[in-house]
């Protein structure tokens, strides 16, 4: 299948939705692909939404900036609202439904809900919805190899190997739900 | 090989500036270059080199001229506004002859304009960075690695000319993360001496002067003409540009920076619809690549210029092109990027207009 | 025969473009007797400004670098981080220090750049043909305020060394001024001071020279003086307005230290302690 990965990743600022799109990123750097990732940058990043892009491909990437991805995560209903419509068709969605409570559907889009953040909250790995999210669309939409993934997790969230357990444990929830 | 990271546009020209032997960065933060000084602030203590937050871009860049003066591999960065207050201090490096390399990670102008990426410095980087009769030699890397390539050989040119030299980047490049292969360091005591530097004679030659102040006129003349052949040899040596799919193109689409890499998408959309597009970029901005250009230009119906600003360049295509072939225009200003989409359509306007 | 007066090594045998009687050529000179006497010409770096001293780079000995308006401690805070070792200072007028310069002046002092700073204070833009400056006294008429100061539009003037005092970087700020021969030796020990200071490591030095400017305050150089006794010292008082050293500090950092003691936050050695 074409792995091509066109991905949006948007949150609040502090829901680790940059965070998430380094791992993603890190994951095409360890498969030696073109990979791109590019934040949203300015005073909406102080509190209010913060998303990024991450291109993952197999020819040089033009612009940075996803308009049309094939890859969204949205981790909260404004973010959800905002960019459920640009998702191309065929692509997936993967929202959050502990922060997201209104899914709505989009013609031609894939459109899946996990209670991530509840899910942390009960298996005591608070605030990893984002990497559970990961692990969901990654589920669906195998964009990369699990070994890649996994290292990438390792690289990015590896600094402190407490911190990698519960990122692992995150990862494989959104994987299995 | 060297080992591939993933990193930052900003934090990749400061690592690539420290490879090169860069160890004065004097700062001043303003959005989206933030990153570059941050960097600089976290590495320099650890080689024993000097960051320096400024009291403003103006303290800044005369630190450089400073800094510069002394002999050292020196750099300051920005963003827009920040080069407007820069553009004192490198008018006075010009003047005296020294290197340099200073980095503009555009923003949306003018005035305090926005924050997010922009091209619309264009003129001020390659035509008036300042007052007097001067160049500066303008890179303008399009990727991750080219702006880690060329922080690190912009020292080497600066250096070389004796010239300052500037990274013209924007915000989209600064900010966004791609693989990059880091230069190899350079040890700053294997570089060459400098002669001229103001660094104490120590009773050994002459005193030296970094000056730029010349009240005879035929001195000052005479000064200007010689660093103008100089200019003479940038040009005749520095020219770079890349070129895609120009051999049979029809329409030359001429684009540098982040615009280029929307550009590029859209030549691949417009072969796949079956026109003849191509993309020359232009890595220098001054020099323009005039050569390369008008070599694309030989065979092309028309050309595009695709730029993130009201069209700046396009002005400096027009006069490579002189008359030979249409020269239109597509741009997005104000710190919006353009869709592939938009690109395409103009391209596909411009091949019907242009006809068979 | 007997030498009793010669030109000190460091001062380059040029024509100045100073007007008789102007007092630049004096102070110049004890910059450059200074560099002799500590032999320090080789390793030192001046930094001329734009002003009357704009052409100081060809009148001393030492490098010299020629900065833009004001930017002269910019400039030497440049190349003394490049050259720890080496002996920097900054040559300025009112003007460039205290007007456009005044940023950079007030940073390079709270950086507590260890640099000599050179402060020639006559209460006037000399180069430009005498036009209001920022130490131009109330009610003194320029070509710019020529019904007199009025520092209900014009402001007030600044007392740069005062200013200067409060911050924590500085090691050591005099005014001087070059009258008569007493205080021209007063005034050299100062400057003396000052470099000795930096070849020390001590710190930030200061020395402001009281000067006057006889062809732009229309007077003989004899007058000048009077009237810049008369006017300006009552104004600008000589004298020490900061000496870490005399205060019993080895250094500014020192005495910093000392100044802001109560500062938990400053003092991360003193945590624990009761």
Redesign the interface.
Known sequence: MDRELQCVIAGFGGQGSLFAGKVIATAGLIEDREVSWMPSYGPEMRGGTANCSVTLSDEPIGSPLVLHPNALIALNQPSFDKFLPTVAEGGIVVADTAMVPELREAPGVTVVGIPAAKLCEEAGIKGLGNIVLIGKLWAAFPFCGQEALEGALAQVAGKKPAMLEKNKIALELGMKA | MAQ???MKGNEAMAEAAMRAGCR?F?GYPI??QTEVAAYMAKMMPKVGG?Y?Q???E???I???????????R?MTSSSSPGISLKS??IS?MAG?DLPGVIINVQRGGPGLGG??PSQADYWQATKATGHGDFQIVVFAPSTVQEMADYAFEAFDVADRYRVPVMILAD??LG?????VVLPEAIDPADLPAKPWA???????RP???????YLTAAALEDLNRERYERYGAIKAAEQRAECYRTEDADIVLVAFG?AA??A???VNAARERGIKAGLVRPITLWPFPEDTLAEALDHAKAALVVEMNMGQMVEDVRLVANGTVPVEFYGRTGGV?P??EEVLAAVEALSGKVGE | MKVVYERPHALLPVVTNYCPGCPHGIVERLVAETMDELDIEGETIGVAPVGCSVMAYDFFGCDMIEAAHGRAPAVATGVKRVHPDKIVFAYQGDGDLASIGMAETIHAATRGENIVVIFINNAIYGMTGGQMAPTSLPNQVTQTSPYGRDVATAGNPIRVSELLATLDGPAYIERVCVDSPKNVRKAKKAIKKAFQNQVDGVGYSFVEVISTCPTNWGMTPQAAFEWMRENMLPYYPLGVYRDVVADGFANAAEAASARNAACPIAHPEKKGEN
Request: glycine share 12%; hydrophobic share 45%; net charge neutral.
């Open positions: 591939k990271v993933l004065h004097f959005t989206p000097t320096l400024a009291e403003s103006v303290a800044a005369n630190m450089v001229y400073g800094a510069s003066a002394a002999g050292a020196v004192e201090g006075y005296a924050i997010q915000g989209m900010q966004m993360m791609e693989p103001t660094c104490g004679h120590g009773h050994a005193h030296n002067v970094a000056n730029s102040l982040g890499r929307v590029r998408s859209a990027i869709a592939p």
